[in-house]
């Protein structure tokens, strides 16, 4: 018996059931057969306005012209989509369009991307309409570094509005006026680059006829002559799916891929604009070897023997122990597991970690002890199942923009948001509940949420009872942060910590989401650890629009730490302690596994072990402007016998190597990447890498077989698969799966589809386990010689040390130097004006740079970036560490500012 959802009809003569609602324009999708349309926005709710989707539709003895994009489909229908009459009205309806539109693209003119043209060329209109222009011509737009706006394009199909608005959540474009006046603005009718556009480009890839269009050549060349190629954003860690567009072997233009479901074509400035650096003129094409005071070119062959001469000495003087392996969060899964394979199979030590060290190795050692794993929970898609959000130092709108869109829709539905974070981030401004802290204070804050929680009865005493442990211990702790108490700590209203505590509690599922506000403190693991008491005491986990999210901040920081790049893990988060897993891994790869924990990063460049690493391999990561006191940074990077340094670029860092190995950027090599819903998907080769590039996974090959233990493979497929042997996490994927789908770890065997929630039936340890945390203030505090806290974080247009976002112009056009944000009460008290250059100073240096002064900084807080060589965050940074995570306090460190003449 048919499901009496089903709703059954026919399409052109071809029968077909679908679910109740659906529309005629999906039903016939689902049968292959193109319905035109100009308006209809695949990812939104249908609005229909151009008409050219009209089909004739025949029910119970009546035959009428319908929108198939807003006609739902009802029982018996009969449909015919190329019925004279649909096809004589859409005809009449695209010439009235073309009146309106330029004929420099017309089918026969140059045959581009308009849809309309492309419509026009379907329904024979060689020639442009029969119908006189109705609209006077609109200047060119041209105010905008990446977007031009040329109105004389538009249709009025209102696609970049709704995109702007309810995809982004900006609502920048608007349409004003009315009737044949109509016309599309931004914000109150300023230039586009002038209004508060934050150049996503999102307005770019739903538009149909170039009226809005990025900068350059390749809007409107022929539809054949680029090649699309599907792979990963490079840069944070939502995991983007994109095309590169590829003509003559250059990367011309980045587009939206609708099926990315990580972001359902979204992407923010960076991912489509971000891209000018993979043809950068500043790439390394040669080996580099140090001679005298500079570099010359060196052949492979000569580099790579002296690479392996080198760490064969270090080896045989000091021990294995003296080597140290950086391995990179920018390099794909296969690189990354070939590294820590080089390390441990190849020299011998454990000595091998990644810049997940610098922002979420908090995530990694907190989310482990309380559940049995150390990644995020849950999906960027369950988020929209949520009826509470927390989010906690999370500037999310300017590190992970596409993570923050559901966010703002959730916002947009009536869902409350409690935002606990020191500046008044775009977030905040949104919020129902913002905690204001002082920075360091998170933890406190955590706590007294955790007071409120216990002491009004709002824990779910189930769960609680059924699946975890250590409650007694943590409630005994939690009882000492009263609102008043924590609220003290923190400077904030402790009615507001109430009500926080409360919105969080009771509106289930409520989601948590996190970034580097939270890990980079001393107390990072133990904050980490607040939160999943906090998730754990509601039950707010192995469900749908609940959990605990670390937002990663690199593209695959969180495939570097699954492939076991750490210094006290195997891939997989397996235990080196466990001799049976030493075992099995000792029986693949033939070789013996080092059984003592290695160094972490922040040890190996530390000052306080100086001279027990000898020699490092760098791979990937710009250390001397990525880690905490630069000027310790660099002296013991200067201190080594050799350095090898393996990038895109001569970085800061580069300079100081003995050699540099010039590696191919993620648009000139196959593998994959994981993203921090623990999505494992494929980038895929677009272009060929510059010179005598290669991709780290080649290069480290190439050494091995010098330092006498050859790994030999074909292809990164071949790698994944000596993994999926190996890991048990990721037994289940391979090429063949990855080529039509993406899978989410846990996926122990090829006919598991992936989990997309964890722990819905159980913890991995068993029981989920609460730790008693108490707050200890930051290792630094203001006083009167440093009366400041410094903080920092990432800008919107600019990524990590700016390595690639730099050399991509666009991106440098619309963020192309530092500030120092400040609040307008001590920027008066000061007599820093806005714009005018000011130094901040701590115990460890002192940069310079311009004065941004913003209300949505606290008054005593100073903050900046860390993106500009010019003016390096990090020679003010503390190098102190939290005691578990060792992960440095970037997020606090006591400063003065002093303005400067001129």
């Known amino acids: 018996m048919r499901d009496a959802s089903t709703i ?87 010439e009235m369009l073309l009146a309106d539109h330029p004929v420099d693209c017309l089918p026969e003119e140059r045959g581009g991307r308009c849809e309309l043209h492309a419509l026009a060329k379907r329904h024979h209109l060689f020639s442009g309409s029969r119908f006189a222009r109705q609209r006077a011509p609109f200047p060119i737009d041209d105010s905008h570094p990446l977007i031009r706006m040329d109105l004389n394009r538009c249709i009025l199909c209102r696609r970049c509005v709704r995109a702007c608005g309810e995809i982004q959540g900006h609502h920048v474009l608007g349409i004003a006026e009315r009737g044949d006046r109509s016309v599309v603005i931004a914000d109150d009718g300023k230039p586009l680059g002038e209004s508060t556009c934050v150049s996503c480009g999102e307005c770019v890839a ?144 454990n000595n091998v970690d990644h810049c997940a060290r610098l922002c979420h190795a908090p995530t990694g050692t907190a989310l482990l002890s309380a559940f049995g794993s150390p990644a995020g929970t849950n999906s960027f898609a369950d988020l929209e199942e949520a009826e509470a959000l927390l989010v906690v130092g999370s500037n999310t709108t300017e590190q992970h923009p596409i993570a923050a869109l559901p966010m703002k829709r959730l916002v947009a539905r009536g869902v409350p948001l409690i935002v606990i974070d020191p500046r008044r981030i775009e977030l905040a401004r949104l919020a129902t509940v913002h905690l204001a802290i002082r920075p360091g204070t998170d933890l406190a804050v955590l706590n007294g949420m955790a007071h409120v929680i216990l002491e009004e009865g709002l824990w779910d005493r189930t769960f609680v009872q059924d699946r975890t442990e250590g409650f007694e211990a943590m409630q005994e702790t939690a009882r000492r942060y009263p609102p008043e108490v924590a609220a003290s700590i923190a400077g904030i209203d402790p009615e507001l910590l109430r009500r926080a505590a409360r919105l969080y509690a009771t509106r289930r599922p409520a989601s948590i989401y996190y970034t580097m506000g939270v890990t980079q403190h001393t107390s990072g693991h133990q904050t980490v650890l607040a939160l999943a008491n906090l998730a754990l005491l509601t039950g707010n986990l192995g469900k749908p629009g609940a959990g605990i999210n670390p937002l990663r901040g690199q593209n695959n920081v969180q495939g570097a730490c699954d492939m076991g790049a750490l210094p006290d893990a195997l891939p997989g988060y397996q235990s080196l302690d466990d001799p049976n897993v030493r075992e099995r891994f000792e029986s693949v790869w033939g070789r013996p596994v080092p059984k003592r924990p290695g160094l972490a990063l922040t040890q190996i460049l530390g000052r306080e072990r100086q001279g027990a690493i000898r020699g490092l391999y760098l791979v990937g990561e710009n250390a001397l402007l990525a880690e905490p006191d630069m000027t310790e940074t660099e002296a013991v990077l200067r201190s080594l016998d050799l350095l090898v340094v393996q990038d895109l670029f001569l970085t800061e860092t580069a300079r100081l190597a003995h050699v540099v190995l010039p590696a191919a950027s993620f648009a000139e090599k196959d593998g994959t990447f994981t993203n921090t819903e623990r999505r494992v998907q494929r980038i895929r080769k677009a272009v060929e890498p510059p010179g005598q590039a290669m991709a780290d996974w080649q290069i480290v090959c190439a050494l091995s077989r010098r330092l006498g233990t050859p790994m030999m493979y074909g292809h990164p497929g071949e790698i994944m698969a000596e993994i999926a042997r190996l890991v048990p996490i990721y037994g289940g994927i391979s090429y063949d799966r990855l080529e039509s789908v993406s899978l989410q770890w846990p996926c122990p065997h090829r006919d598991h589809p992936g989990t997309p929630v964890l722990y819905a039936n159980r913890f991995p340890r068993g029981r989920g386990r609460f730790h008693p945390v108490e707050w200890l203030p930051p290792d630094e505090v203001p006083d009167s010689d440093f009366p400041f806290v410094l903080t920092t974080g990432r800008t919107l247009f600019q990524y990590h040390t700016g390595t690639m976002s730099r050399r991509s112009d666009g991106l440098h056009l619309l963020e192309p130097e530092p500030y120092i944000e400040v609040n307008p009460i001590d920027a008066d008290r000061l007599g820093a004006r806005e714009g005018q250059k000011v130094a901040v100073v701590t115990r460890r240096g002192q940069i310079v740079a311009k004065t941004r002064v913003e209300a949505g900084t606290p008054p005593g807080v100073i903050f900046t970036t860390f993106h500009f060589s010019e003016a390096p965050a990090n020679r003010l940074t503390n190098p102190a560490l939290d005691p578990v995570a060792l992960i440095p306090e970037f997020k606090v460190c006591a400063a003065r500012l002093e303005p400067l003449n001129g």
């Open 8 to 94: 059954s009809l026919t399409i052109d003569s071809r029968p077909t059931m679908v679910p109740q609602g659906t529309t005629l324009l999906d039903a016939a999708r689902s049968l292959r057969i193109a319905i035109p349309t100009l308006c209809q926005v695949p990812s939104l709710p249908a609005q229909p306005g151009c008409r050219v989707c009209l089909v004739q539709v025949a029910q119970d003895g009546a035959v009428h012209l319908r929108t198939a994009c807003s006609t739902p489909v009802t029982e018996g229908m009969e449909v015919l989509t190329e019925a004279e009459e649909a096809v004589n009205a859409r005809t009449f309806v695209l």
């Open 206 to 349: 739903y538009c149909p006829t170039g009226a809005l269009a990025e900068k350059g050549p390749a809007w409107n060349e022929e539809v054949g002559a680029h090649q699309a190629i599907t792979t990963i954003c490079p840069y944070c860690g939502c995991g983007c799916q994109l095309d590169l567009h590829v003509k003559d072997g250059q990367v011309v233009t980045v587009g939206s891929n609708f099926d990315g479901p990580a972001n359902r074509g979204s992407l923010c400035a960076k991912g489509r604009f971000g891209f000018q650096f993979i043809h950068s003129p500043d790439r390394l094409t040669m080996p580099l070897i140090l001679e005298g005071s500079g570099f010359r070119e060196a052949t492979w062959e000569e580099a790579l023997d002296l690479v392996a001469a080198g760490l064969r000495e270090i080896a045989a003087r000091h021990g294995a122990d003296a080597i140290g392996v950086a391995a990179s969060a920018k390099a794909t899964n296969e690189e990354n597991y070939l590294l820590q394979k080089l390390a441990r199979a190849v020299l011998g030590t």
